[in-house]
């Protein structure tokens, strides 16, 4: 049986290309966690994840060119298992079954708090709207790993919307880079969780768009694409209002996003520019 489950193990590694072998504690109890655990980090022919109940280490062996080991710890995170680089959510934690519940390390965010974030403990001569600073920095930060993203998205629906299928695959194709480019480590939390729900329909999406010449197809991976853009911009931060609109006509009904109120259809162009209406409106 060990010799059975070596090889597995083995054929499992070896499925990944250019693989990178790392281990890393991570945290847990039983079979079931071991089940969990190595279902969320494994990614066929990208990332495999072996872990023991015993000694709580997990071996990661990944491709280093289309992964690393803080996305693969991530995902387990967000499956209910902190590992020493990130914590759970505690939502999450919560809904695991009672054997496993692990023992859970100290927060680190907590002990930051308990070192010192007293503004009124001895600093009564301190600059406070200065401290303030950082915190719109980093949020600032956070706003960039995912503006590109949505610019190019925009950038492929004006294409559409002129019926220029050779823009409209440039543009997807910047789509994709900006795509590669995020970040995840500076997105917030609730970013991070929508992100790593969508990013690989993103990513295929926008592949397909850039692919093509046929604006026909391109328009149907649109449609799809939109939904995962849509559900992203409802979490993150946006320097102006984004119009969620509706065409009643493209395959039964189809949505977009916009910057601007006014309705310009992506999905037919100039045949009916002003097919559809603006169904919400997103304040961030």
Known sequence: MVIAVLLSSINSFAQVKNAKTETVKIYGNCGMCKTTIEKAGNVKNVAS????????????????????????????????????KFRAPDDVYAKLAGCCQYDRPVK?????????????????????????????????????????????????KDALIKTDAATASAKAAELSASIKAVDMSKLSAEEHTVWMKVMQDLAANAESISKSKDVAKQRNAFATLSGNIYTLAKVSKQDAPVYYQHCPMYNGGANWLSKENAVKNPYYGAQMLTCGSTVETIKQ
């Open 49 to 84: 994840v072996e872990w023991n109940k015993d000694t709580k280490m997990a071996t990661l062996s990944y491709d280093g060119d289309k992964t690393n080991q803080d996305e693969i710890l991530k995902r387990i995170a967000l499956a209910g298992y902190d590992s020493e």
């Open 108 to 156: 680190t965010v907590a002990k930051n708090k308990e070192a010192g974030m007293d503004m009124n403990a001895g600093h009564g001569n301190h600059d406070h709207s200065q401290m303030a600073a950082p915190a719109k920095k980093v949020a600032a930060k956070n706003q960039s790993q995912l503006k590109a993203v949505f610019d190019n998205y925009f950038s492929v």
